[in-house]
């Protein structure tokens, strides 16, 4: 009697180190999103955007930023709060993602339920506190980006439609052998914000030879050039988001700003070309 009392408590104590070691997995719920969809006003410009990632929260507690499209598990079911910010490449570099701040996360009410998959199909628009300095689609023949003194050509409006990327017409810088050089900014130049306010170039380009991107200091007349990205060669049409917020922060005495592009012709090339569509220079107000 005593020895098959022993044996129960051995058996037990095994039962219940084994349940200690394999614990029950609890069963998650799953959320399914292929893409963040964009709309913008009339005065916003073109509703183009690469938003290649989703920082989700629930109930306000981040889960994680996950590449587009995704499926991901959570250990929640029944109603909660989620919030979709969008993500970009920051200077169009892969390992440098952000939340992108000058548009709104989407929010909703989901019910979550466990081993089964939740799709959502979340928007966005632009915050309502920005300041849009330049929008150039290249549509009107006045453009608000032209040559400086260091270029050899100008810049120029292409109709082909295989060099538009939305509309009409597409912006053009060309160089050759015999017109190397090319280098254009704003018409203008343009005061922004100092205090570490967000200020980004939004483009869309595509490009046969490296293409510089930057702004230019001006402080008293004194004029000093800041590249900021070197985008890479490239068939098909992108979308950058260049962050100049660094740079702008950090000229903090310049009394104003020009944004620039410059390419210059390689070596072993006889001609390149680059475009540019969707120009908008923005800042938080």
Not at 189 to 198: D, E, I, K, N
Request: aromatic fraction near 12%.
């Amino acid at each position: 009697m005593k020895l098959f009392f022993t044996s129960l408590v051995v058996i037990a104590l095994i039962a219940s180190s084994c349940n200690w070691i394999n614990p029950s997995e609890e069963i998650p719920s799953f959320i399914k999103i292929d893409s963040v969809s964009f709309s913008t006003s009339s005065i916003e410009g073109s509703n183009n955007q690469n938003f290649v990632d989703a920082w989700v929260f629930v109930d306000d507690e981040k889960i994680g930023a996950f590449e587009l499209p995704l499926t991901f598990p959570i250990l929640k079911d029944g109603k909660h709060n989620i919030k979709i910010y969008p993500g970009i490449k920051l200077n169009g570099i892969s390992n440098t993602r952000a939340m992108y701040p000058f548009v709104k996360p989407w929010e909703t009410t989901i019910n979550l339920t466990k081993d089964s998959v939740t799709f959502i199909q979340p928007s966005s628009k632009y915050n309502d506190n920005l300041d849009f300095k330049v929008i150039e689609g290249f549509e009107d023949a006045g453009m608000t980006i032209n040559s400086t003194s260091f270029s050899d050509t100008v810049m120029l409006r292409t109709s082909d439609p295989s060099d538009v990327f939305e509309g009409a017409f597409s912006g053009l810088m060309a160089v050759d052998t015999k017109h190397d050089t090319i280098d254009v900014r704003s018409n203008m130049s343009y005061v922004l914000p100092q205090s570490g306010a967000y200020v980004f170039l939004e483009m869309n380009f595509k490009t046969d030879a490296p293409l510089i991107v930057g702004v230019i200091s001006n402080t008293n007349g004194y004029l000093v050039y800041h590249p900021i990205v070197v985008f890479n060669e490239t068939t098909t049409w992108k979308k950058a988001y260049v962050n100049l917020t660094p740079v702008v922060s950090r000229e903090y005495n310049a009394n104003s700003f020009y944004f620039f592009f410059r390419m210059v012709l390689p070596n072993g090339m006889s001609e390149a070309r680059a475009y540019l569509d969707n120009v908008k220079l923005i800042h938080a107000k």
